[in-house]
């Protein structure tokens, strides 16, 4: 039996990944069998995160796709390229015509990296604007100046360390890509309101016109916190008298998504801007940078027009996207830890901070274009939870279990049972704080309270998943005779609707009229509207949310279920990400055995760009 034949008959392959390795088959019957396998596991990589599948590395992805039972014997790493380099389907790099090495190929073998080719054209693609983006900006104005204006925009600390948010603004002045990284509660979004402010001040300081600034998004949920996070920012400083009112009411603060920036077409594969047609901005920032995959980014750097700054917002230490990539994590890499920088700008920085600034040590691909920030400024009294996310960051699970254990981390509570147990510990969190949501006075006021608690979960199916919980919670509370949707109850809106305005992650509230007609409420970006059901895009029930759907949210008190199985799923991204949607406290529900392996375990995606980046 050949070795593609036992990958499909081991059910290591799924019918699309079949499809293609059958059509290579159909079109070319002497085509080596293990071009086949390989060409059905590059297509399955794909499905799993992954931009390129590594020949060393294809046990492993065998194992990510079922850690039992073995997989079947495999080629060695030689005779993989062996096989591969000579196969008609694929174009073997370095190639003889370099002008467009790939075309015609459905298959590509670089650096012994399998790609299908449109996902190795979209790392070349990438690499190269984000190249040209990472070239310096010149010269930042007047000196006197902008010193005068950091220090009221960025008041001093109080130690000898240069304010790392202070150092992200003057990034961001002489720099055309800035990633600007944190964990949450280190002031991202205030920063990225103080830079606005500097920007804009500067250019009319220098007689010139307001910046065109565009913010956004990959979700609209996100996108809308970016907006009130960019708000009350905004407030603030001008109730401190940092910032004239009459100039922060020409700050732009309405972010959009990422989707309707570039110009979503609907039937097509394209977005309206792009390359031969960039975005009308001199400056574009864009929050939860880790939810953005390869080709999603890819479209986004190359829209930026030339000349134009790119600010990229994110925490590496988040989920990846969902599709294909983790983008913001392979640039972080590149950029290297984000507290050094070139010796020129080290100085001239210093000397406007009047602190010291590192110098970095060798020469990442985008060194100097990150800065992370590492200080917490924002968290619950009553919740320390940094330390146990730091734990976790670290894959240091004994740690982390012990302070668990010994209730170090105050406001984070450990429950641990079996799926069977964990619905009635749902219900006795969950119930109280929905009640209240349904019990508000209005739609506005329930949305409100339903920013107070939520349920998450690791899975998305089986007892311990987020679609059985939230179906318990709605038997719950549905009233006596009530169909599927009934006053109080919360949705989330899972497609984007740009005819109805309502993106995927939205949240929604069912609400009863007096006259009797059931309506359910957005928070949106013209404020609160309401649809009749009928009408409403695709939805779910969101009582209980994945993490996935969870990110860009926030809310006072988190319920983290973990399953009482480990699954390939869960790891230390996806419990940091469910752990930090916490603003006051969570109960953490895993089992020990559970939660060791899932600190333990690292997610991992495959690709080629931190050395694309390196190349030029």
Partial sequence: MSLYDALRRGGWLRAIDEALADTLRRRRPDTDPRVLAAAALASHAVAHGHSGLPLAHIDDFLREIAPEPAPPPLPSLAEWREALAASPWVAALPAQHPDDPTRGYPLVLDAD????????????RLASALRRLARPCGEAGDEAWLRARLHALFPASGDDAPDAQALAALAALRRRLLLLTGGPGTGKTTTVARLLVLLVEQALQGGGELPRIALAAPTGKAATRLSEALRDNLARLVATGALDETLAARIPSDAKTLHRLLGWQPGR????HHAGHPLAADL?????????DLPLMTKLVEAVPPGARLVLI?????????????????LCDAAGEGDGFDGAFAEWAGGLLGAPVAVRDGDAPLAGARVH?????RQGEGLALAPLAACIRAGEAEAAIAGLQRGDFTGVAWRQGSDRALAEQVLASALPHYRAVAAAPDPGEGLRRARAFRVLAALREGAAGARTLDAQITDALRPNGAGELFH?????????SYRHGLFNGDMGLCWREADGTLRVWFDTADGLRPWLPAALPAHAGAYALTVHKSQGSEFDD???????RDARVLGRELLYTGLTRARRAVTLWAREDVLRAAIARRTQRWSGLVERLAQG
């Fill in 113 to 124: 990296r399998l790609y299908l080719r449109r996902y190795h054209d979209y790392e070349q």
């Fill in 269 to 272: 594969t394209g977005f309206r």
């Fill in 284 to 292: 574009v920032i864009v929050d939860e940078a880790s939810m953005i």
């Fill in 314 to 330: 994110g925490d590496r230490d988040q989920l990846p996207s969902v599709e294909t990539g983790d983008v913001l994590a392979a």
């Fill in 373 to 377: 920030l590492r200080r917490t400024y």
């Fill in 488 to 496: 109080g109850r919360l949705l989330i809106v899972t497609e984007n």
């Fill in 558 to 564: 988190v319920f983290l279920a973990l399953p009482e």
